[in-house]
């Protein structure tokens, strides 16, 4: 069945009124890729990777599939997984070069970057990522675009060893953050992630684009004008 506009964009625990008044917003939960910034290492980035490099992409996708949860849990290195998705035989580039070209898909959303700092300057809120991330990545995206500066804590999956939907993940967020569920905002890009976290009792905010999900904010109360 086709959902309105507002089921699409903010899904709501059950028996849950979130426009009360009276329920301020302390906390936000985030995601990065799709959110903050691009996706960091998706497969449309993967099929740039095996244009540029001239890489059988079917072949790299089906070893990126098998690899990919236990690589972004941190049971595999940077360098491991490369030597079991690209580097298995002999190529014409380095594994250097491959790393400077997925570094190289990461942009910021700086629309975004700017509205979740503001809303945590005016608001004093608190401010953690979810996310499916490998450590390398990981440690790159933080630093190169000071996700830092705003983010008190980053419950990523390489860091947690817990993977997106694991419904764990957001049990151990909600327990690092200590904040009841009503309190608390998820914007995420994945329709299914949004889902699972309402049903845990998290109001979930699915985020398509800056407007949209700044009107979406301003209705709970998180407002810059």
């Not at 947690?160 to 967020?173: G, T, Y």
Request: charged share 25%; proline share 3%; net charge positive.
């Amino acid at each position: 069945m086709r959902q309105s506009h507002d089921e699409t964009h903010l899904q709501v625990p059950p028996n849950t009124n979130l426009m009360k008044k009276n329920v301020s917003i302390t906390t936000l939960f985030l995601d990065v890729g799709g959110v903050l910034l691009t996706n960091g290492w998706d497969h449309h980035a993967r099929r740039r990777a095996a244009k540029h490099f001239k890489l059988d992409w079917r072949e790299m996708e089906a070893r990126h599939s098998l690899n990919f949860v236990i690589y972004e849990t941190d049971q595999l290195t940077l360098q491991e997984y490369l030597g079991w998705v690209v580097f298995y035989k002999k190529r014409s580039f380095t594994r250097a070069d491959f790393w400077r070209f997925m570094c190289a898909q990461s942009k910021p959303y700086s629309e975004m970057i700017e509205l979740m700092r503001e809303l945590k300057a005016k608001y004093g809120l608190k401010v953690f990522v979810l996310s499916n991330e490998a450590r390398e990545l990981n440690d790159y995206r933080i630093h190169q675009f000071k996700l830092n500066e705003f983010v008190d804590t980053f419950v990523s999956s390489c860091l947690v060893r817990l993977h997106k939907p694991d419904a764990a993940i957001f049990r151990l967020a909600l327990d690092i953050a200590v904040t009841p569920c009503q309190q608390i905002v998820y914007i995420e890009n994945t329709p299914m992630f949004v889902q699972i976290a309402a049903g845990m009792g998290i109001r979930g905010l699915l985020h398509t684009d800056y407007q949209s999900t700044s009107k979406k904010l301003a209705l709970l109360g998180l407002r810059l004008d």
